[in-house]
T-cell receptor, first 114, second 112 residues
């Protein structure tokens, strides 16, 4: 089973460049979210979506955009990358009903902004 | 939101039980207790969750204090593969509960 797939796994950007981190899940999960993890710290929620066409901000949304046009995909866009956005990014999804249950995470995307 | 407190690190010997504590003194009556773990260079993975009663699954057991102000994740026989950061998380029992807040967790080291 593919589960939650994130691409790319590694990316180096220069300050001011833009890019999109891709996240796709094949489990028909309505809920999807993006977290960032900085060294020695826990995960912080950036944005989340409870279904196609619906997104909302998490704890640290500044500098990031999201959209949800399909159930399967939830891309995270960095509009103008800054060194403070150097981090590991994780996408997660969960079942549409029956929460609280299990969040499924991708393997992460490591981003370095120079 | 209710907060959790966990030790920064713990050590265990291989094949021995491990008890990972979590304090959540401000937990509300409808908050669920979740445990996730994160192996090196991987995303977090679900371990177990519960509300009031103790819970068991193939990975671990969750023991919840009667007053719900603390809980303990029990790994019955630690293996080297169990070395990870373990997160204890609370969430309200509503549709918005998917927004889990991860603290810094407990780094578990398993000694051979």
């Amino acid at each position: 089973n593919a589960g939650v797939t994130q691409t790319p796994k590694f990316q180096v950007l220069k300050t001011g460049q833009s890019m999109t981190l891709q996240c796709a899940q094949d489990m028909n999960h309505e809920y999807m979210s993006w977290y960032r993890q900085d060294p020695g710290m826990g995960l912080r929620l950036i944005h989340y979506s409870v279904g196609a066409g619906i997104t909302d901000q998490g704890e640290v949304p500044n500098g990031y955009n999201v959209s949800r046009s399909t159930t399967e995909d939830f891309p995270l866009r960095l509009l103008s990358a800054a060194p403070s956005q150097t981090s590991v990014y994780f996408c997660a999804s969960s079942y549409p009903q029956g929460f609280p249950g299990e969040l499924f995470f991708g393997e992460g995307s490591r981003l370095t902004v120079l | 939101d209710a907060k959790t407190t966990q030790p920064n690190s713990m050590e265990s010997n291989e094949e021995e039980p491990v008890h990972l504590p979590c304090n959540h003194s401000t937990i509300s009556g409808t908050d669920y207790i979740h445990w996730y773990r994160q192996l090196p260079s991987q995303g977090p993975e679900y371990v177990i969750h519960g509300l009031t009663s103790n819970v068991n699954n193939r990975m671990a057991s969750l023991a919840i204090a009667e007053d719900r102000k603390s809980s303990t994740l029990i790994l019955h026989r630690a293996t080297l593969r169990d070395a990870a950061v373990y997160y204890c998380i609370l969430s309200p029992g509503s549709g918005s509960a998917r927004q889990l807040t991860f603290g810094s967790g407990t780094q578990l080291t398993v000694l051979p």
